[in-house]
């Protein structure tokens, strides 16, 4: 990630350039191999599991394998008057889903 030398603002990698959204002011990246480029996703949303997690063990059919069992997590993402999300990490496929208060 880089900010912006004349704003301050975040920075987009644009082939082999970093450009600003917001004034325009652009550099060039650099070494490559220092930079990943991600798809836009919330960071918070990004679970790396294992063979081992410390997440709680819920019954929850993953739609994906049909597993009857998940690991599960909350988190909120949406505004602070709305109720928190739940997220769902099947305990055979490691399909991940959500759930939502509606």
Request: with cysteine; hydrophobic share 25%; net charge negative.
């Amino acid at each position: 990630m880089e900010f912006c030398d004349e704003c301050g603002s975040m920075m987009k990698a644009e082939d082999g350039i970093w450009e600003c959204g917001s004034c325009g002011y652009t550099e060039p990246k650099g070494d490559a191999d220092q930079y990943v480029i991600t798809d836009d996703q919330e960071i918070g949303e990004v679970i790396e599991s294992s063979g081992e997690t410390s997440l709680p063990e819920t019954d929850a059919r993953c739609p994906e394998c049909g597993n009857d069992r998940a690991h599960w997590y909350m988190q909120q993402i949406r505004a602070a008057d709305e109720s928190e999300t739940r997220f769902f990490i099947c305990t055979e496929c490691e399909h991940k889903w959500r759930e939502d208060d509606n």
